[in-house]
């Protein structure tokens, strides 16, 4: 079997929640969560009582909360509309009570199916790397590093998926800068996320040229309400389903950007080397503090358009800073102009830029070939070798951050 779901129950009536734990008890594979609170897991069974309006709202909450995979709900109403609304708010699937034990079973069922963790060639469950690129401000080349460098990672390891988001909320230039027209975009995803889950979703992203995914942001919302809670379910369903998942965050830096980054395995600080960027990294520092302490563990400064002449050196923006600057990408803005005209990354290892990306990428699948697994097979550590014996041709050394 291989999987184990995880469901909470939340039920007015004692009847009604021995009866549900009798279904429950008869299945391998289920397990029931008694909790007071909202607790992340697979599936939720939700009661709703006389108060519609209060029920209605616990869905909304629950919905939205990113810790639910699917909602199942009991209720004794039969207005039409009242139905409409359930599944609105949220309801994956519903039964009229008195219900049948014999169909809960039937749906738990299709749920194990659904939900059959997604295993790599060898068997290993996997879990996706989250990578936030996140820019000190406007026009640093955030994009530009997210692109190539999901280009990089495609292209050293074949074997591993990779999904290149947008997330500056609207009217992102991921389709103008590789020149095509994605369908969906996250706002579509967003819609129907109580529809969609990690087994299937690769099948409806977009591929580019270049090997990775690509997920754009929407032209508009349509009214669809975007709150850290949905971004954190969606980017939840996307971190399962693939082995990187890179983020272009722009310059943002609210409730949004905070749920990413407390999300992200690694945050790349995108800033040029010129006072005003050096100043607003230094601004940044306090708001990832002020989530959590720990949150600046994370944080790696990417320099990028770096030129040895600059009149500012890296090491007198580490002075300034007062951290390691982790990278730098050097400036080629002929190539990189070159690259987005025809809508495609940059490749060719003669060129000194196409190098930095390629030995950031390396460094990122030397600890993912090897991340949470203590057996590796020797195929997956010879890999980790070869991407570090490519990662230690770095023209400087590293430090930690």
């Known amino acids: 079997m291989g999987w184990e779901i995880s469901i909470q129950v939340r039920i007015i009536a004692p009847e009604t ?76 699937k519903i039964f009229v009570h008195p219900f049948k034990k014999e169909e809960l079973r039937d749906a738990l069922l299709q749920i194990g199916e659904r939900q059959t963790p997604i295993l790599s060639p060898r068997g290993k469950q996997k879990g996706g790397m989250m990578i936030y690129i996140l820019g000190c401000k406007g026009g640093v080349g955030t994009t530009t590093v997210a692109l190539n460098l999901a280009g990089s990672l495609a292209q050293l390891d074949k074997s591993r998926s990779v999904l290149l988001t947008d997330m500056t909320v ?82 943002s830096t609210g409730e949004i950007s905070a749920r990413i980054s407390e999300m992200a395995d690694m945050v790349l600080l995108v800033t040029n080397l010129n006072h005003p960027c050096i100043e607003n990294v230094k601004r940044l520092f306090p708001f990832f503090r002020k989530l959590r302490p720990s949150q600046e563990e994370k944080i790696r400064i990417v320099v990028n358009r770096y030129q040895k002449n600059s009149p500012i050196s890296l090491e007198d923006a580490e002075k300034e800073l007062g951290k390691h600057i982790f990278w730098n990408i050097p400036n080629d803005y002929s190539s990189v102009m070159e690259a987005a005209k025809q809508g495609k990354t940059l490749k060719g290892g003669g060129k000194e830029i196409c190098r930095a990306f390629q030995k950031l990428a390396a460094l990122l699948l030397t600890n993912a070939s090897t991340q949470g697994d203590k057996n590796q097979p020797e195929s997956r550590l010879s890999d980790k070798n070869r991407f570090a014996k490519l990662a230690l041709s770095l023209p400087y050394k590293l430090k930690p951050s």
């Not at 954190?232 to 983020?247: N, R, T, V």
């Open 170 to 251: 609207l009217y992102g230039d991921l389709p103008v800068l590789l020149n095509i027209n994605p369908s969906p975009n996250w706002g579509q995803v967003i819609k129907n996320i109580s529809r969609i889950n990690a087994n299937h979703l690769k099948g409806i992203l977009s591929g580019h040229p270049s090997g990775f995914y690509v997920l754009p942001s929407p032209s508009g919302l349509e009214g669809e309400e975007l709150n850290p809670e949905v971004v954190g379910k969606m980017l939840s369903l996307m971190q399962k389903a693939l082995d990187f998942l890179l983020i272009d965050g722009g310059k």
């Open 17 to 92: 929640n021995e009866a549900i734990e009798q279904v429950i008890s008869s299945l391998e594979g289920f397990s029931l969560n008694r909790s007071e609170f909202l607790e992340p897991g697979d599936l939720l069974i939700f009661e709703m009582g006389e108060n519609i309006r209060e029920g209605l709202h616990f869905l909304h909450t629950a919905s939205g909360s990113g810790r639910i995979g699917e909602i199942f709900l009991i209720t004794p109403h039969l207005d039409p509309e009242v139905l409409i609304q359930a599944r609105r708010a949220g309801a994956d």
